[in-house]
């Protein structure tokens, strides 16, 4: 059994000052399975009980310098903290525990005489009594939220794949931030940049114990990306002709490290847990100086003892601004006037510059149409800010890069050539640090997403060149251009109500009031699915009413219908 795999017992589940000395004094305590470690508590509504959020299972995404194993959370189980009574959790059983048993088994007392006759007279009694139907009523619609809630919870940490752990490593800070800490010799949890652990406030009461035993339980876990590939580079690699020409000399044998050397390269992006949330529910910055879409990204190559880090931000722009509505793509607006914004967008960049020394602005938004009151209030507040620290790009993505010519990135990137090398990137050894990055990109366009992505991607491909050997290409592949297509389509679709849900279960988590009437909600997307299978069902009626009237007015008497397919012109 590895040090980071647990055994969770019944009795663990009664409260979170749970100890050893508990258990032992435990009457009959059963242990439910294996668990890879806690995420910690949540209740996700004030009408329903506390739940106990445990890693069921992880996969192993890669192996990081010096043995550091970073896994993804690839299954979660829910536990309800109200109860004592073994739960059919699907856990792994230990083999201590459970020697000679295979595959889980449901766990269960044998039932206790008192508590059969109470539940038999409980049972009795309410049969007898009249019933009340309000009661009746409002307990299955909490009974329908919480499973509606429960079942978004699971999908946020088992659909998609966001959420990564180490028990060695800490993913919440750079490379470079790690090799200058002073927080030597204390745990993992404790040298952790408290934007990125997602799970803190999960976690609070055995934070607050200020225990050594209960800090083995703390767990700091990432919502993001984390991805980490093995490369090997041939500097010396000889043509095909070259190869079979028997005038080429036969190469000795060298050591692979001479010839190829092995490049560990890894992307780890890491999203704030402040004002965090869904597209459409969370734009623009607070009153505490936290933007939404909030993203650090490191990429890092590691060859021969040398780590090279270079890191990019991406966060919402700090206006108070909002898109209301359940339109696809509703039209911004501005809720706060400039003197009203500039001590929260003050607060964000001052936090920021400290974080990072300096920052290039990349307001990717579009400079006319809808877009334009964003970016116009963007520049008015930078202007304002005045701060020579700051450095404000205005690039036009749709305008530049129009018919998806997305090569035409190179524009901006050929243009801020300069500030890219003078920021560098950190450069660390076993000795300690040779360089530092100074200061970083914050790029945005209205979302943080598509545009955003294209444009780091770009920023982090000069970089690597500036590393390493590369090569380019402005290729567009058309399987990308459909899943785009199908991106754009599924978050039109979650943002009309299953975002009310995910945005709940998100503030919940942590410690952000809801202020959404969630009941009402739950109503109204039933009301909603109604009328849009109505809808659809309408529309195909007429589809198919006009295909009838085509097919009569084109197709000769003497000829047979036999199929068809659709025509989609794609140019705009």
Known sequence: MSYCTCCIYNTTLLSSSFTATDLLLAWNP???????????????HADLPWWLLLIRQKSLIGVLPKGHEIYKITKIAVVPLSTAEPQDLELDLCKKHHFGINKP?????????????????????????APNKKKVRESKEREKLERRLLDELFKMFMDS?????????????TVQRQSTSEKTGLPLWQKVDERFFW????????????DQQGGYWILPIIQGFVQIEELVVNYNESSDDEKSSPETPPQENMCVDDIHPRFLVAIISRRSRHRAGMRYKRRGVDKSGNVANYVETEQFIHVHNHTLSFVQTRGSVPVFWSQVGYRYNPRPRLDKGEKDTSPYFCLHFNKELEIYKKQAILNLVDQAG????????????VLMFNCPGLTYISFDFHEHCRGMKFENVQTLTDAICDIITDMK?????QAGVICKQD????????????????????????????QGDFTRTGERKLAGVMKDGVNSANRYYLNRFKDAYRQAV???????????????????????????????????????????????????????????????????
């Open 105 to 129: 088994e449901k766990i269960s007392h044998s039932p206790d005489d008192s508590k059969f006759l109470l539940k038999t007279f409980t049972q009795i009694k309410s049969n007898v009594s």
């Open 161 to 173: 794949d966001s959420f990564y752990y180490s028990w060695t490593y800490d993913l919440t800070n």
């Open 506 to 572: 998100i503030d919940l988590m942590q410690g952000v009031p809801v202020t959404e009437d969630l009941y009402s909600i739950f109503t109204k997307e039933k009301e909603h699915e109604a009328l849009h299978r109505q809808s659809q069902r309408n529309h195909q009626e007429l589809i198919s009413q006009l295909l009838q009237n085509y097919m009569q007015i084109l197709l000769p008497d003497s000829e047979k219908f036999h199929g068809g397919w659709a025509l989609i012109d794609c140019d705009p």
């Open 425 to 429: 990137w950190c450069w660390v050894d």
């Open 199 to 210: 799970n803190r406030h999960m976690l609070q009461d055995l934070i607050e114990l200020q």
């Open 439 to 466: 200061g970083i990109f914050r790029v945005n366009c209205m979302d943080c997403l598509d545009r955003t992505n294209v444009v780091q991607a770009a920023i982090a491909r000069v970089v690597m060149e500036h």
């Open 30 to 44: 059963i242990c439910l399975g294996l668990v890879e470690g806690i995420i910690g508590k949540v209740q996700l």
């Open 370 to 381: 809808r877009e334009k009151i964003i970016g116009d209030a963007y520049l008015k507040q």
